[in-house]
């Protein structure tokens, strides 16, 4: 018989786009009957035959091969790290998204898996030579070689010091007897179990004063400031976030004014604290109709995706839980999406409430040793729900029968690097590859979705009312115009003023939205208009009065504020614009005796602050709530009754087609968190566009007319749901090099088109335009928009893929970077 050859095709484990493609390896004669696709292996890669990890794909078998094929090296698993479901995942990611085949990898495993996995192997059995038989040479030979070099091992150095290329099988045997032990360690795990804090021991309003002592020494003052907004904080984050060093401290700490003392450690947010029971509820008759309609369909494994439209309030998590107990029943697994965990405490609450252990929430705290050992929980099937943001749609499930995404059109399910994956997206691609159903609920869906659901490729579901006895609260648009004309030029109307003052005599709670953070948005000299820039990004840079310095929301530069104009030297700085800060000191000042929480990004950058900000709320140690989006989602506070939007302008006027349908979720959302208990609420909006339809049907919860509204001019100025965009941003330091690079792309792209007889080419292909913010960072960056105009979308990608990556470096220079985006969800590119 002909001996045939063994070939593994594999992708190695290195970022750049020359290597980006799979790769043929002889499969030693030893390894052939161990090697499976999905294992990791160690291959010799070019000229100087680099040991690179590399993943198997796929394994063939030729008669002869005309070439000559290098042979690979060493197994590193045991078994596959990668199922087949998620090679075919790998590689429609690659197709979908126009990504690299690693970038598709790093999806689907852990981070910290690859490349930094390592297993250790440690001789347990000192007395081994006199109990290991003389026969099992290989053993022996291991052995040895363990004791020689000191009885603890990586599998790597064993392989450099061993002929063969596989010991995994003798591994398992000495194992088995207990005279070695195998450990699985991720380098990077941290494995500190107490930490540092900082305290102030001075009273906030000391603060002041002793800062003004503290004139030449900067990074004390900075330290007092950010704790009297924080209260404590890990040494190791305070240092980091303010780029201070311990010396600073040091000077505080022996004047007085803080104090260090050692904690433990809880890097999970969630571990060991106890969830109140959350018993299953009777479904009311609206819930009940669903739950029934969509039970069959778990059973049927039929990849069919449900919409459940429903008021805030509606009672849409119970369903889920509902849902997500006769998956269990059926011996299958759920993933449950929520847009970010840490905003989302209460439904996360609420599962652990109802399923308890068996359930792994995936959130951005754990470290990467963590993270892997949720991932092996996993894999190993010891829990059969996983609750986490988007990433957790990787689930390495095997026997997947739901997946919910809740609050489905938040923007925060579709990746911001590569590969720009929508959590949706993926899955419906699970849904079709593994049988199972998705369910995807919003109050307010994005557009598309509820698109689809008209013509019926999602099947729709509507929940009306609130599931509780609570009503729908009752919205007053504010047109801030007549308040001007009033004479009224503060930052509250008459109306919200009074209605807040009322609030806080009935002991009632108030949450206030303004979707930007820091004290003013730009600040610039009365007397020659100058306007304080960034100097690495072209935006202005935000006042932040807490911190008392300016800094840019792009790319993070801090500058001390400016005592003297820069440009003329005048003495007038003014503080233009507002953001929470500025509302958090306004209302203050009008009511002195309430107490007043903020939360946004820079109240929360230390871990574990937002559930500290929302657990005061929640016991009512906070009257009035000033926040950004951040507050906008599925917090359920009953004692809140009143509502008020600063400003519902900020969104609306962003140079962006879904401005309005931003506007209009934002609005709906924030509205939705008032009276949620037994009393009515009230939302208060403010704005200078009263009559804009996207603020009307939020002031009346009322998507149909807003969907009506806005669906034609996305049919007229093709945008989605009507066309498929494709967004490509050209980063770089020469904007001329920039603009011309991209230029010729574009122009590529259209003369490809004509040449197949696509004549519309120049509405298909937009641009190139600078970006909304053209520089940031100190790179220039330019878009391209490309639009499927009677053209068929693969064919348009097709082109880029030939273009920008099978020959980018024909076409386009080192010195400039790309970003694709398939479906983008933010066309102004940033
Ligand atoms: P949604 O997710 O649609 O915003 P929630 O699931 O948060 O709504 O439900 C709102 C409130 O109604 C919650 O306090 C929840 O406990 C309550 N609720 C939901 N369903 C029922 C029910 N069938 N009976 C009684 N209370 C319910
Ligand atoms: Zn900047």
């Known amino acids: ?212 002592t503290l004139k030449n020494a900067k990074r004390q003052r900075e330290i007092l400031l950010f704790l009297k907004e924080h209260r404590e904080c890990p040494v190791k984050e305070l240092l980091d976030l303010l780029k201070a060093n311990r010396a600073s401290l040091n000077a505080l700490v022996s004047k007085g004014y803080v104090t260090i003392s050692e904690r433990e450690y809880k890097r999970d947010p969630f571990k060991n604290l106890e969830f109140k029971n959350f018993p299953k509820l009777n479904p009311n008759i609206e819930q009940k109709e669903i739950i029934d309609e969509i039970k069959p369909y778990i059973h049927k494994e039929e990849p069919k995706t449900f919409l459940l439209h429903g008021v805030t309030g509606s009672g849409k998590t119970e369903i889920y839980l509902q849902l997500i107990e006769e998956v269990l029943n059926k011996g299958k697994q759920g993933i449950v999406l929520v847009p970010e965990i840490a905003l989302t405490p209460q439904t996360i609450e609420r599962f652990y409430g109802r399923f308890g252990e068996g359930i792994a929430v995936l959130h951005s705290n754990l470290s990467e040793g963590e993270r892997f050992d949720e991932w092996r929980r996993i894999v190993e099937g010891k829990v059969n729900i996983v609750v986490g943001a988007r990433s957790a749609i990787f689930a390495p499930f095997n026997k997947l029968g739901m997946i919910i995404i809740d609050e489905e059109h938040e923007s925060t399910y579709k990746s911001d690097h590569h590969p720009k994956y929508h959590a949706a997206e993926v899955a419906a691609f699970r849904s079709r590859e593994e049988g199972a159903i998705v369910v995807l609920g919003s109050a307010t869906p ?160 230390v871990k574990g602050s937002h559930q500290r900000i929302l657990e005061s709320f929640k016991n009512g140690e906070i009257d009035i709530l000033v926040g950004t989006q951040m507050i906008s989602k599925g917090l359920d506070f009953p004692n809140v009754t009143l509502v008020g939007v600063i400003s519902a302008d900020a969104s609306l006027n962003l140079p962006d087609f879904r401005a309005s349908e931003k506007t209009f979720q934002l609005v709906t959302q924030v509205a939705g968190r008032a009276g949620r208990g037994s009393e009515k609420g009230k939302v208060v909006i403010q704005t200078y566009n009263p009559q804009h339809y996207s603020i009307l049907a939020a002031s009346q919860h009322d998507y149909d007319s807003f969907y009506k509204e806005e669906l034609p001019i996305r049919k ?113 590119g940033i």
Not at 473 to 492: A, W, Y
Not at 564 to 574: A, Q, Y
Not at 802 to 827: C, G, H, W
Request: hydrophobic share 35%.
């Open 446 to 605: 994005s557009l598309e979705t509820y698109y689809r659901g008209e013509k019926g490729e999602v099947l729709l579901h509507t929940l009306a009312k609130r599931a509780t006895a609570s009503t729908l609260p009752e919205v007053e648009v504010i047109d801030m115009r007549q308040e001007l004309d009033h004479g009224n030029t503060e930052i509250l109307s008459e109306k919200l003023f009074s209605l807040i003052k009322e609030n806080l005599d009935r002991k009632k709670q108030i949450i206030l939205f303004l979707n930007r953070r820091g004290y003013a948005t730009f600040v610039s000299c009365k007397q020659c208009g100058y306007v304080v820039k960034c100097t690495h990004c072209d935006i202005t840079m935000t006042y932040h009065k807490n911190m008392k310095n300016l800094q840019c929301h792009y790319c993070g530069e801090k500058r001390e504020e400016p005592k003297l104009c820069p440009s003329c030297g005048g003495t007038h700085i003014r503080y233009n614009g507002m953001g929470t800060q500025k509302i958090e000191k306004i209302i203050e000042g009008y009511f002195p005796n309430a107490v007043i929480g903020r939360m946004d990004m820079d109240s929360t950058s």
């Open 1 to 212: 018989m002909k001996k045939e050859i063994h070939i593994a095709q594999v992708i190695v484990n290195n970022n750049s786009l020359q290597t980006d493609k799979i790769f043929d390896y002889k499969i030693p004669e030893g390894l052939q009957n161990t090697l499976q696709r999905g294992m990791r292996v160690i291959v010799p890669f070019g000229m100087g035959n680099k040991k690179l990890e590399a993943y198997i794909m796929n394994i063939k078998r030729e008669e002869k091969i005309e070439y000559k094929l290098k042979e690979l090296l060493y197994p590193i698993d045991d078994e596959p790290i990668i199922n087949e479901k998620q090679i075919r995942l790998i590689v429609w990611l690659k197709n979908k998204y126009m990504c690299k085949y690693i970038e598709a990898i790093q999806c689907v495993l852990p981070t910290g898996i690859v490349n930094k996995e390592k297993k250790t192997i440690c001789l347990l059995e000192e007395d081994w030579a006199t109990k290991c038989y003389k026969n099992s040479k290989n053993q022996v030979e291991l052995l040895k070689l363990l004791e020689d070099l000191g009885g603890k091992a990586t599998l790597e150095k064993l392989y450099s010091r061993l002929s063969t290329n596989n010991i995994n099988n003798t591994l398992k045997l000495l194992e088995e007897k207990e005279f070695i032990k195998i450990d699985y360690e991720i380098s990077s795990r941290v494995k500190i179990q107490t930490q540092q804090y900082v305290q102030l021991t001075i009273e906030k309003k000391e603060i002041e004063t002793i800062i003004n």
């Open 716 to 828: 007229e100025y093709f945008y989605p749901p009507f066309v498929q965009l494709i967004n490509i941003n050209f980063i770089g330091k020469k904007e001329e090099e920039v603009y011309t690079v991209s230029k010729k792309i574009a122009n590529n792209i259209k003369y490809i088109l004509k040449s197949k007889g696509y004549n519309k080419y120049d509405e298909i292909v937009f641009g190139p335009n600078p970006t909304i913010i053209a520089k940031v960072n100190e790179k220039y960056r330019y878009q391209l928009l490309l639009k499927d105009i009677d053209v068929p979308y693969r064919f348009l990608k097709s082109i880029l893929k030939y273009l920008l990556m099978e020959n980018r470096q024909k076409f386009v220079p080192a010195s400039i970077s790309l970003s694709i985006d398939i479906d983008p969800l933010y066309t102004m």
